[in-house]
């Protein structure tokens, strides 16, 4: 095997260290946009941050938008809407 030169090899490690500040930041942009990963990255960089479940904002669940009525009313435009597409299909 021929010897590899240190140029090759200084440029191989430039670019690792690239693409590990690369791999970093987007730990870091997931973390934020999902808090809950943090405890999980942390553990998974060897560290724990223990804050994560602090940070989480719990969401309040809204009740049903539609009434009743109105879901019945898309029910039946639904039923139509296939009904036709298998008459349409059978043809």
């Known amino acids: ?10 440029l191989a490690r430039k670019g690792a260290e690239y693409r ?19 405890e999980q990255a942390g553990t998974a960089l060897g ?16 009740g049903r938008s539609m009434s009743a009525a109105a879901r019945k009313a898309v029910s ?5 809407y296939w009904a036709a597409r298998r008459a349409a299909k059978n043809k």
Do not use: Q
């Not at 590990?20 to 943090?38: G, T």
């Not at 560290?47 to 809204?62: F, H, L, P, Q, W």
């Open 76 to 80: 039946e435009r639904m039923k139509a």
């Open 47 to 62: 560290r724990t941050t223990g804050k994560a479940e602090a940070t989480v904002k719990r969401t309040v669940r809204r």
């Open 20 to 38: 590990y500040r690369e791999l970093k930041a987007e730990v870091a942009a997931l973390v934020r946009d999902f808090p809950h990963l943090a």
């Open 1 to 10: 095997m021929a010897r590899r030169s240190s140029h090759i090899l200084e």
